[in-house]
């Protein structure tokens, strides 16, 4: 069984942003997640990405052969010990048309130094904000399993390229958090909600009805444990008070309390003792003549009133 995070990426992957723009926005995205520039001595300059995931590498190669005309080779690398596993390499060497990509994508600025964090320049508009924030999750993302405990995270190399997207984030509407876990830094949604929306807000509309079914799952279930609770405590509750009105009314039998007792007591003390699980309510309806629930309790304190005293005597209205 596939996990959530792949599931999600799965679906980013094959998700074809159609405006030039917002490919040119998810593109510089995954670039500043996953790439790394270079200067190689005579070699030139050398542009260098490494994905750990099939999909985010496929869509880094489509995009940039998308949007230019440039020789990308993909090298599948196989990692030794300690981390195991497969990482998917592309390497965009110097070569005609580079410095100009790279400058359109913001990897480069005017006069060809390395951009920090994703141009404020590329993710004007809310749908390249959107493709911003999808390419960032390709490249850094994390999710939970939706049936489990909420957790959405993106991790990012340097607090800068946290805070930017933080703020792309908030654009939407959502309130993510923030955090150093070691080298690097987080943004993080821990509410349902509002990972539920963070999918739809960058296209993984699969993903979005798991977790929107999830949710209504999750608060049905709660609503009906929060009744089954309610009515179990209840039910204790009336069970608790009945127990409470047949020992009294079977000491004040015993004791012959009843026997000058007013006749609606004694009627009282009776129908509670033939029927031990019936509430008020019901006593009150079975009572001849029948009598209100709040007649019920007014007669129960007066029969509490009846208890035999340490001399012998009976405590009376």
């Given at each position: 069984?596939?996990?959530?995070?792949?599931?999600?990426?799965?679906?980013?992957?094959?998700?074809?942003?159609?405006?030039?723009?917002?490919?040119?926005?998810?593109?510089?995205?995954?670039?500043?997640?996953?790439?790394?520039?270079?200067?190689?001595?005579?070699?030139?300059?050398?542009?260098?990405?490494?994905?750990?995931?099939?999909?985010?590498?496929?869509?880094?190669?489509?995009?940039?052969?998308?949007?230019?005309?440039?020789?990308?080779?993909?090298?599948?690398?196989?990692?030794?010990?300690?981390?195991?596993?497969?990482?998917?390499?592309?390497?965009?060497?110097?070569q005609p048309g580079f410095h100009q990509a790279l400058n359109?994508?913001?990897?480069?600025?005017?006069?060809?130094?390395?951009?920090?964090?994703?141009?404020?320049?590329?993710?004007?508009?809310?749908?390249?904000?959107?493709?911003?924030?999808?390419?960032?999750?390709?490249?850094?993302?994390?999710?939970?399993?939706?049936?489990?405990?909420a957790d959405f995270e993106v991790s990012f190399s340097t607090e800068a390229s946290a805070s930017a997207f933080e703020e792309l984030f908030r654009r939407k509407g959502l309130t993510p958090g923030k955090r150093q876990r070691r080298n690097q830094w987080v943004v993080y949604l821990k509410r349902r909600q509002q990972i539920s929306s963070l999918l739809a807000v960058v296209g993984a509309h699969g993903a979005h009805l798991e977790w929107e079914s999830r949710t209504i799952m999750n608060s049905t279930r709660n609503d009906v444990n929060r009744l089954v609770n309610c009515d179990a405590a209840n039910a204790r509750r009336l069970a608790d008070a009945s127990l409470r009105q047949r020992e009294l009314a079977g000491r004040l039998l015993a004791s012959g309390a009843l026997i000058d007792a007013p006749s609606d007591l004694a009627a009282l003390a009776e129908v509670r003792l033939a029927n031990p699980q019936a509430s008020l309510a019901e006593l009150g309806a079975i009572l001849d003549p029948p009598v209100t629930k709040s007649v019920v309790q007014s007669r129960m304190r007066r029969l509490e009133s009846l208890i035999p005293v340490e001399n012998g005597d009976f405590r009376r209205e």
């Open positions: 069984m596939t996990s959530s995070v792949h599931r999600v990426k799965e679906e980013l992957g094959h998700l074809k942003p159609s405006r030039h723009c917002c490919q040119v926005a998810e593109l510089s995205a995954l670039l500043h997640m996953d790439g790394s520039y270079t200067i190689r001595g005579s070699g030139g300059h050398l542009l260098v990405t490494e994905s750990s995931g099939v999909y985010t590498a496929r869509k880094i190669y489509e995009l940039v052969h998308t949007l230019f005309t440039l020789q990308t080779p993909v090298i599948k690398v196989i990692r030794s010990t300690p981390r195991r596993g497969n990482v998917y390499r592309l390497e965009i060497a110097d359109e994508l913001g990897v480069l600025d005017a006069h060809l130094t390395p951009e920090p964090v994703v141009p404020r320049r590329l993710t004007r508009s809310d749908c390249c904000a959107a493709a911003a924030l999808r390419g960032a999750f390709l490249g850094g993302g994390y999710i939970s399993e939706p049936f489990g405990q």
